[in-house]
Structures are given as C-alpha cells and as structure tokens.
C-alpha cells in the first residue's frame, strides 16, 4: 500500500463546475496534510495546508480533512481553464520530517 | 511572504563537469531545505534533506559524493552535480521550511539541467 495514494486521473470537469480531489493516507498518526498544484514544467506550488478535522476554506478553494478514514479532499469551485494543472497532495507523517506526496492527480477544465 | 528563490533557472553543460545550483530563501529563515529531483511525467523524487550547519541526510539510492549539499546559512542551500552525465539531465526543485509556515514547505521555481 502506498503512503499516500491518489487517482492519477485525468479528472476533466466543465468550466464553472466544481472540482473534487481525492486522497488517502496510510500513517493514521499523520498531522500535516497539504494540497499544491504543480503546473506542466513548473515546479509546486502551495494551495494550501490543513491540520484539523472538517472544512478549511480559501477563496475557491476548500480542503476537507477525516483523519478517522484518513481521507483528504480538495474542492475546486467555478472551477477555470487556469486550474488545470497536476495536484499533489502531501502528507508529514507522524515521526517524520518530510514531505510524502501523492502521484498527483491530473485536472482538466473544459472551457 | 514566503519565496524561495533558485540559481540558475536553466542550465546546460559538458558531461563531466560540475554544476553548481542555488536555493535561496528570501524572506524567511529556512532551518531546513530539501532538494527534489522530477523527470518528465514522473513524480517528485526527494534526494536529499537539509539542515543548516549539519551533514544533509540522503535519500536511499542517491549517491552522497555525485550530489553534494551544502546548507551554510538559514537562508543558502546549494546542490552541486559532480562529474555530470546525461542521465542526470532532469529538473531539480528545492523546498524551504521555516517561520512563518511552521511545518510548510515552500518550493522554488525549479532548475532545469541538461547535461550534453
């Protein structure tokens, strides 16, 4: 089982419409759990992080966070053409001191 | 707030030399950096870890001597590819950690080398 596991997609949704992404992890003592967007030859970039259980909001962004089924998401709302790229969930496990990410998930916006 | 900065943007050498690459925190302190390495279509690959002052830590498999780290300042980590070749062609990335994101990391804009 992979530490941190997401559809590799590519998840391709409407322009406007709202974008879920997915992800799992296998540490259950986990506390950090951080959502980036890489576009294609570009290097990460931080949407944002969330650290407690429910809904963190910003902007049209929102991660939601179950740590009871190890389970992070990412909503993208009014989702644009610009939004597509590669998101990459990632996770510091309990005893760690380092990032572990996800093979990304690939999102498509459909003008 | 929060930019970490990389040198060169792009580079292209002989095989056989050395490359050198800058990572640069320029707001905050970085007590630790990290340098990833992505081939095309691939994941991030983490090679190494950095702490200011002390020995960086490598990942399994990444030879210690061909990737040299050096972290001398909470604000300056280098990467130096000794005796390139073309199969270390491939974009490297570093990451900053340190006030004000506590645990976050914040990554620079990628150096991408290709090795002739």
């Known amino acids: 089982q992979k530490e941190v596991e997401q559809n590799s997609g590519p998840l391709s949704v409407p322009e406007g419409a709202i974008a879920s992404l997915n992800c799992t992890y296998s540490d259950r003592g986990s506390q950090s759990f951080f959502w980036y967007r890489q576009y294609s030859g570009k290097s990460p970039e931080l949407i944002m992080f969330?650290?407690?259980?429910g809904d963190k909001e910003d902007g049209r962004f929102t991660a939601q966070l179950n740590k009871a089924s190890q389970y992070v998401s990412l909503l993208i709302r009014d989702s644009q053409p610009s939004d597509s790229a590669t998101y990459l969930c990632a996770v510091i496990m309990e005893y760690g001191n380092k990032l572990v990410f996800g093979a990304g998930t690939i999102l498509r916006v459909k003008s | 707030g929060a930019v970490v900065s990389q040198h060169p943007s792009w580079v292209i050498c002989k095989s056989g030399t050395s490359v050198k690459i800058e990572c640069r925190s320029l707001?905050?302190?970085?007590?630790?950096m990290f340098w990833y390495r992505q081939f095309p279509k691939q994941s991030l690959m983490l090679m190494a870890t950095?702490?200011?002052?002390?020995?960086?830590?490598?990942e399994q498999g990444v030879e210690k001597d061909k990737f040299l780290i050096n972290h001398a300042s909470l604000t300056l980590s280098t990467l130096t590819v000794t005796s390139a070749h073309p199969e270390d062609s491939s974009f490297y990335i570093c990451s900053a950690r340190g006030a004000p994101g506590g645990d976050t990391q914040y990554f620079g804009p990628g150096t991408r080398l290709t090795v002739l």
């Open positions: 950095s702490n200011e002052g002390s020995k960086a830590t490598y």
């Open positions: 707001d905050f302190q970085a007590t630790t």
């Open positions: 969330i650290y407690s259980n």
